[in-house]
């Protein structure tokens, strides 16, 4: 199992970036993923959610009406489509799933599968 997270970068603020995140080694269509963030001396927080099920994504509310979660399961790929960025998003951005669950009911710990993560700054 593999989770390669891509498209960070230096974005000024009102800025966009999409972040991809590639699986392998198991079938995509059948779980849930979930983007994750950690800034500098913060906690891990979980910044959205999609279903397996539906398509029907999740968001933490600071991030809502600016962030999209997407997912191509033919290209075993996830996105985290960023708009209007903030200087509060800067963070290390990770792509994360359980490999048991359908819905967002359930958020991965640290002992599930998580890409190696993508920084993100949003800096003028």
């Not at 779980?31 to 994750?36: I, L, Q, T, V």
């Not at 891990?44 to 399961?73: H, L, N, Q």
Request: net charge neutral.
């Amino acid at each position: 199992v593999q989770l390669q997270a891509s498209g960070g970068g230096l974005v000024q603020p009102g800025g966009s970036l999409r972040l991809s995140c590639q699986t392998s080694g198991f079938t995509l269509a059948y779980y849930s993923m979930f983007w994750f963030r950690q800034a500098p001396g913060r906690e891990r927080e979980e910044v959205a959610c999609i279903s397996s099920k539906d398509g029907s994504a999740d968001y933490v509310d600071s991030v809502k009406g600016r962030f999209t979660m997407s997912r191509d399961d033919a290209k075993n790929t996830v996105y985290l489509q960023m708009n209007s960025l903030k200087r509060e998003d800067t963070a290390v951005y990770f792509c994360a799933t359980d490999l048991l669950h359908r819905d967002c009911s359930v958020v991965p710990t640290g002992g599930d599968y998580w890409g190696q993560g993508t920084q993100v700054t949003v800096s003028s």
